[in-house]
């Protein structure tokens, strides 16, 4: 029976996650920073899959909050097999609207964070010649639109650049890029989403199906769905110019309200 450590397990998509592969029969360690939700979530998928379930709480957004992760990560006696490096968060508001405090919490989410604990994560698996880690980003990464939007083409960027050069160790890696998926993540940002169109939004429980569909044929980029494939397509190809107006429009659009 394989681990698998999930971050921001307790909602969303970690939470997804979570279901899924605690009904597929993989023992989890669930790291979210509130340990009540987290004792709960534990229980529910123990007693409903039979599977161990770990609780690890955390910030992210702190060193003490990443050390703590990462040292799970590199424990030899106890090994995760898959990485699911899913924390993470937006801010409400237009640049130099949103204080820098918050600019720099959501880099130490997005980046630090995801660079420490796929690094550790990695250098134990690649011992073992096995392992996976799924780095979740946005299909915000293909756009211009700010921090969240720079922060998540980082993301992928650095996943595909470390599979490459994990290419032939047995270690996967794969970047995820989402679009609007109903979860909590808007309303923690305190973000409208009534303006969204129906049509855009995604199932977190299909979307998993899909991103380890993804994992096991091999992939490094998941875009799980057809529409997002599309408009991902499409930002790759649309002058730059034009695609920051018509982004930005968009932003203000079906962004924060």
């Known amino acids: 029976m394989t681990t698998a450590l999930i971050t921001g397990s307790t909602a969303g998509i970690g939470a997804a996650f979570a279901r899924r592969l605690a009904a597929d029969g993989h023992n989890l360690v669930l790291v979210a920073r509130d340990t009540k939700r987290l004792t709960e979530q534990a229980t529910e998928l ?3 899959h039979g599977i161990e379930a770990e609780v690890l709480t955390a910030d992210l957004a702190t060193d003490d909050g990443i050390d703590a992760v990462a040292a799970r990560l590199r424990n030899r006696t106890n090994p995760v097999d898959l990485l699911i ?6 801010n409400k508001g237009r640049y130099l609207d949103v204080p820098m405090s918050d600019e720099l919490r959501m880099i130490k989410v997005h980046i630090e964070a995801v660079l420490r604990l796929t690094s550790a994560a990695t250098g134990a698996m690649r011992e073992r010649g096995r392992g996976g880690v799924v780095n979740v980003a ?5 756009v211009p639109r700010g921090t969240y939007g ?4 980082w993301v992928v960027q650095f996943t595909q650049g470390v599979a490459r050069d994990l290419a032939g160790s047995g270690v996967r890696l794969m970047a ?3 679009g609007f998926v109903r979860t909590e993540f808007h309303q923690r940002a305190g973000m409208g989403t009534d303006n969204i169109p129906n049509w855009m939004w995604l199932d977190a429980d299909k979307l998993v199906a899909a991103a380890l569909a993804d994992l096991d044929r091999g992939k490094t980029l998941s875009v799980p769905d057809p529409r997002y494939k599309a408009l991902t397509g499409l930002a790759k190809v649309a002058p730059h110019g034009l695609l920051g107006g018509v982004t930005s429009k968009t932003g203000r659009k079906y962004g924060p309200q």
């Open 176 to 178: 995820l890029c989402p």
């Open 85 to 90: 490096n899913n924390a993470g968060f937006g």
């Open 138 to 142: 946005s299909v915000a990464a293909f």
């Open 46 to 48: 123990h007693d409903r």
């Open 150 to 153: 720079a922060s998540k083409a």
